[in-house]
């Protein structure tokens, strides 16, 4: 190994590395990430052989928080986290308030200082997005209605990391980041100087970065250069980041994350998403390398029970709070324990939250240390927790009644008013989603006469439908409940007005079932998609953005023997 080019062995050393134990964690059906920590660890200083460039292998590390954060924030969407607002909202901030007591309180019991068991305790309340998506991708409940609350969920954890990574700089300043350090007598003003540097930021993202950035996409990809336009979004995203740093003060993180956000508005956005995602898998295997470096693995000898509870907090407590929120939430009992599962992990946002603030001397290495063992034994343990859902949710049901009655057949927006008229339960028409383009088909039906059934995955749009009197279910047409089963089995026509928030295939398949003789309209995202379809099932299929609703409609008139009407 060439020890002149530290550059050069770092990279080596740790991608070629990350990519064997990754691979030997796939073949373990573990996480890659759990390869990429060991990785670290191989080439860290506190295990024989090779030592990695530290201060490298930071600056690489710091480009990969750039890449990740502006990650999320391409993906961030308000409508999503909306869609399930009543759940994700306060149930996050509930299971992160008690999550962080109880990791504050055990970092307080170890005598640490109050700073440094704030830190600690939030690193502990926060799961991985990337794992949790992994895992729901493996159960095939990304897209269903679980599967949707929980990364809403996780959209708020990540918000509210955002919002902890902006004010750790003064968290650090007013308590020195030392046990016995006293609170800094210009609090206030530096509140103020903060808050000033943020609000400023957001204001020039919001006026010119949300102009300019689409602007820019919009000129390069006209040039029809493949390089250019990667290099557009790659030198956007780390160079706001910086810019953000030097000029406003920002973290290098809240940067990337509003460059993503101001990325999404632009039509490029999908493409910038598809372009960027080699970049941000390189350099993100490259920051969970670093993470591995502050590793020590005789952390297992020297603190094994702080290690215990440690994971039995991110395992077990996060869980129990998590399940507990759901529950007073007044949802099913299947939706506790999915997000139960789903936050019984912790991942990227924690270690970009320990690694700056022992930059910034508010936590001990120790505290960095204790956050990866957790990390590593947590995400390894999460595949097995997915697969105790449906043993469990039988077990409780069984043994006690309370759990029974949380059932999600007990939910009663999944059941039709007894009040309908019959036209609403045969020969129907039964749409699925309405958003835009279902809104305006829906309108459409209602001017000619036509019944339907609106099925949502919005709790709170089928509660407000219900109250003007449409004739709407709440549920995943994916996987259906009986009531959703009746409907599908009597109707003449299924609609699948939303596109990317479904499992298309898995509706399709489930509608078939039940009733093989019904005609399908269904949207889809592109042409690829729609012969993909089309060689497993009968349809029409519309996919041009800007004639969605009115092709859709025309083709339900067509079929039911009316004309479509000239003002629409």
Not at 154 to 159: A, G, M, R, T
Not at 182 to 187: A, E, G, Q, T
Not at 197 to 225: D, N, Q, Y
Request: hydrophobic share 55%; proline share 4%.
């Amino acid at each position: 190994m060439h020890h002149s080019l530290p550059l050069i062995s770092t990279l080596a050393a740790a991608l070629g590395l990350s990519l064997l134990l990754g691979f030997l964690a796939t073949k373990l059906k573990l996480p890659t990430i759990i390869g990429y920590l060991l990785a670290g660890t191989l080439i860290g200083p506190f295990t024989p052989g090779f030592v990695a460039n530290s201060e490298l292998a930071s600056e690489l590390a710091e480009i990969g928080i750039m890449l990740l954060m502006f990650g999320v924030g391409l993906h961030f969407s308000f409508e999503q986290l909306l869609e399930t607002r009543n759940i994700s909202l306060p149930g996050a901030l509930i299971q992160m308030m008690v999550a962080s007591l109880m990791g504050g309180s055990l970092a307080v019991f170890w005598g640490w200082s109050w700073g440094a068991a704030l830190v600690f305790g939030m690193a502990l309340s926060v799961a991985s997005t990337v794992v949790l998506i992994n895992a729901l991708k493996s159960i095939n409940s990304l897209s269903a209605k679980n599967g949707q609350i929980a990364v809403g969920w996780l959209i708020v954890e990540d918000l509210a990391m955002v919002l902890a990574l902006v004010f750790l700089p003064l968290l650090s300043e007013s308590i020195g980041g030392d046990t016995n350090a006293s609170p800094s007598k210009n609090l206030l003003l530096v509140f103020g100087k903060t808050l000033l540097e943020i609000c400023s930021f957001f204001i020039v993202m919001l006026i010119f970065g949300r102009w300019m950035i689409p602007k820019l996409l919009w000129h390069i990809a006209r040039t029809g250069s493949h390089e250019l336009f990667t290099l557009a979004i790659i030198a956007a995203a780390v160079g706001i980041a910086f810019g953000a740093s030097k000029i406003f003060g920002i973290s290098f993180a809240l940067g990337a994350f509003f460059a993503g956000m101001m990325m999404r508005e632009s039509k490029f956005s999908l493409r910038a998403a598809e372009e960027s995602l080699p970049f941000r898998d390189a350099f993100a295997v490259l920051f969970f390398v670093s993470i591995g470096m502050l590793f020590n693995p005789f952390i297992f000898i020297h603190h094994p029970f702080q290690v215990m509870a440690v994971v039995l907090i991110i395992t077990i407590g996060k869980s129990i709070a998590a399940s507990f929120a759901v529950l007073l939430l007044r949802y099913p009992l299947n939706t506790a324990l999915v997000v139960s599962a789903s936050l019984a992990q912790i991942g990227e946002f924690s270690f970009i939250l320990g690694g700056l603030s022992v930059q910034l001397k508010l936590l001990p290495k120790e505290g960095m240390e204790l956050i990866v063992a957790g990390s590593l034994i947590s995400i390894s343990l999460n595949p097995f927790l997915f697969k105790l859902i449906k043993p469990l949710e039988k077990r409780m049901c069984s043994k006690w009644l309370w759990a029974e009655t949380k059932e999600e057949l007990d939910d009663p927006s999944v059941h039709m008013p007894l009040t309908k008229d019959e036209k609403f339960l045969s020969g129907q028409i039964v749409l699925i989603g309405y958003g835009r383009v279902g809104k305006r088909i829906a309108r459409m039906l209602d001017r000619q006469g036509l019944s339907y059934v609106i099925v949502d995955q919005d709790r709170n749009l089928i509660e407000e439908l219900r109250t003007k009197n449409k004739a709407a279910l709440y549920g995943d047409a994916a996987e259906p409940n009986g009531i959703i089963q009746d409907h599908i089995a009597k109707a003449s026509m299924l609609v699948i007005s939303t596109a990317g928030k479904v499992n298309m295939r898995q509706i399709i398949n489930v509608t078939l079932k039940i009733n093989p003789k019904i005609e399908v309209a269904i949207r889809t995202r592109d042409e690829k998609e729609a012969l993909l379809l089309k060689q497993e099932v009968l349809g029409k299929f519309f996919f041009n953005e800007r004639e969605l609703a009115h092709g859709m409609s025309r083709y339900i008139l067509h079929r039911f023997g009316m004309k479509f009407p000239n003002k629409y």
